[in-house]
Nanobody
Framework: VQLVESGGGSVQAGGSLRLSCAASGYRVGTLCMGWFRQAPGKEREGVATMASGGTTNYADSVKGRFTMSRDNTKNSVDLQMTGLKPDDTAVYYC????????????WGQGTQVTVS
């Protein structure tokens, strides 16, 4: 199993970025997928999740600004981020939940998002 993120970068406040996570070794549509982030000096926090059935959940801090989507053809998940704020600056990680017991068991290497 591999998860590879792309799409990070630097943007001014109010701008937009789209992150992508390409998965291999399994089908993204069969498991819960998630995006987490970790800012310097802070703990990793959940940003968005998508269940295998397609239901999404978002952290209160990003509701209305971030949208998670899935492309079963490309076997990938995306995170569209709009209205970015300096507080969104962090390394963003893609992850999957192997099972309820296993929890989030595989993680990507992360992609840096910097908002100034």
């Amino acid at each position: 199993v591999q998860l590879v993120e792309s799409g990070g970068g630097s943007v001014q406040a109010g701008g937009s970025l789209r992150l992508s996570c390409a998965a291999s070794g399994y089908r993204v549509g069969t498991l819960c997928m998630g995006w987490f982030r970790q800012a310097p000096g802070k703990e990793r926090e959940g940003v968005a999740t998508m269940a295998s059935g397609g239901t999404t959940n978002y952290a209160d801090s990003v509701k209305g600004r971030f949208t998670m989507s899935r492309d079963n053809t490309k076997n990938s998940v995306d995170l569209q981020m709009t209205g970015l704020k300096p507080d969104d600056t962090a390394v963003y990680y893609c992850t999957r939940a192997g099972s309820v017991i296993a929890g989030f068991d595989y993680w990507g290497q992360g992609t840096q998002v910097t908002v100034s």
